[in-house]
């Protein structure tokens, strides 16, 4: 019953990395949960380093602007997804800076992107109170069925809410 | 055929289980990553372009210095 439910839940979270509908991608329900999580970390690393270059080049030249101003460009230019690889690729210091100006609505959305191999750091340093705010955010009427891989407990921290 | 394409799109091996797939699910799995690939892309360009305007003329040469352009 449990690998089912793993098969399930490694579906639902490759369906969302790849923009599809879960249920057209039911055949891998056939495939081993431990095989789908290798596959969806696969199909991860293909897409956060697809635009390496490019990303990058962005990071570095984010940092001559203010945290302020990258809030408002990550929420109304750049978008959850690609603010999920540019958290990867900034100080973890100043992607902390930056998501405290962010409305947890919006970093619902970004957890929902991440990669927690990538952005473990980042994640790590949120404060409590705010991750919470997330996770309320995500709960409380998400249409999105997958649960945030970002979101399970950082190591040696989990949240009081 | 389909495995391969699969790794060539992925640019590394699948796990063992996903062989088991059937070409037409191999060839599904392919294009589904080439496709996210490149809907990242255009979101990339696309967001680019509309962070323009909305950095400050004062900030757009360090940002082009930092970004070396």
């Known amino acids: 019953m449990n690998d089912a439910l793993d098969r ?3 579906v639902l979270k490759l369906a969302q990395l790849r923009g599809r509908d879960p249920e057209s991608l039911s055949y891998l329900e056939s495939v081993p949960a431990t095989d789908l999580a290798v596959l969806r970390e696969r199909v991860t690393d293909r897409l956060f380093d697809a635009h390496d270059g490019t990303l990058k080049r962005l990071a570095r030249g984010s940092r001559v602007l203010p945290t302020g101003l990258l809030a408002t460009l990550g929420e109304h230019a750049f978008g959850p997804l690609l603010c999920a690889r540019f958290a990867a690729l900034i100080e973890p210091a100043r992607a902390v800076e930056v998501a405290a100006k962010l409305p947890a609505p919006f970093l619902g959305d970004v957890a929902m992107e991440l990669d927690p191999r990538r952005a473990s750091d980042v994640i790590g340093r949120m404060p409590a109170a705010q991750v919470a705010g997330v996770a309320r955010s995500l709960a409380s009427g998400r249409a999105r069925p997958a649960w945030p891989s970002s979101l399970s407990p950082a190591p040696d921290r989990r949240p009081n809410c | 055929m389909s ?16 062989r088991s797939l059937d070409d037409a699910s191999l060839t599904d799995l392919a294009a589904s990553v080439r496709d996210a690939r490149h809907r990242q892309a255009a979101a990339l360009e ?18 082009r210095k930092a970004l070396g352009s």
């Open chain 1, 8 to 10: 399930r839940a490694e």
């Open chain 2, 3 to 18: 495995a391969e394409e699969l790794e060539a799109e992925l640019r590394a091996p699948h796990p063992p289980g996903v």
């Open chain 2, 46 to 63: 696309a967001a680019s372009e509309q962070a323009l305007g909305h950095i400050p003329r004062v900030l757009r040469i360090p940002l």
